[in-house]
């Protein structure tokens, strides 16, 4: 990722990341650093008035309350910020219970290791041809397989390897669920992955689940599977 991470320390084992830029609302700015500076400059200001015109009282109050209220808006900003951040950090750790488990959720994205990868896709009616394109970072097509025929929810295992059963380098793809009917009319799909998550993090505010290299919104998980056995690949 473009930013650095940073990360508290491993809860039960499993580390997890935050992103060092909070996006904080007063933009890690206070008043409390200057506040000395604040009366030097308004001690000079005394110093050096006029005497035969020296400062109007009520304006020098009115100074004084402005700051005051200043400080103290700088200061309840500062109060948000940590709600926010300690909010930030209590859905990190409910999402840590999600690392190690198998999950379906939206994506275009694929992560292919050494055990392969598995696709989750819907027909929302039956076809005469479902292809699923698999598709690498120059856009070219790797690999099609021929998937389910009829309506509903369905799973498909790509082995890694391509048209002519050569292995693939591991890493990110892309794929596409193309499905048509017997008049060769496009029927709607809706496609997914299911994975084991490797992590969570936070990324823009957002709690995001790895799935390998894919990075997942939580909000995207369509469904939650029982945990594999020990010792038992996910499938």
């Not at 206070?30 to 005497?51: R, V, Y």
């Not at 940590?82 to 939206?106: C, E, H, R, T, W």
């Not at 969570?200 to 998980?221: A, D, H, K, R, Y």
């Amino acid at each position: 990722m473009d930013t650095a991470l940073q990360g508290p320390a491993p809860v039960n084992g499993v580390t997890y990341k935050t992103n060092s830029d909070s996006g904080s609302l007063t933009g890690g700015t206070s008043l409390n650093s200057t506040f000395d500076m604040f009366l030097k400059l308004l001690t000079t200001q005394l110093k050096n008035q006029d005497p035969l015109n020296p400062t109007d009282n009520n304006e020098f109050v009115n100074q004084l309350t402005q700051f005051s209220q200043t400080e103290a808006a700088l200061n309840t900003n500062t109060k948000l910020d940590s709600l926010i951040a300690l909010q930030g950090n209590s859905q990190l750790s409910s999402a840590l219970g999600y690392v190690g488990n198998v999950i379906k959720a939206d994506s275009i994205v694929l992560n292919l290791d050494e055990s392969g990868a598995d696709i989750a896709y819907a027909l929302t009616g039956n076809s005469a041809k479902t292809e699923i394109k698999i598709i690498d970072a120059t856009g070219k097509t790797v690999r099609v397989l021929n998937g389910s025929l009829t309506a509903g929810q369905h799973e498909i295992h790509w082995d890694g390897n391509d048209e002519s059963g050569n292995p693939l380098e591991k890493g990110l793809y892309g794929f596409a669920v193309v499905a048509t009917d017997s008049d060769d009319k496009v029927i709607q799909t809706a496609q997914g992955i299911k994975g084991t998550v490797t992590g969570v993090q936070m990324s823009n505010g957002t709690v995001v689940l790895n799935l390998g290299e894919v990075e997942i919104p939580l909000e995207n998980v369509q469904a939650v599977l029982q945990k594999p056995a020990a010792g038992s690949g996910s499938s």
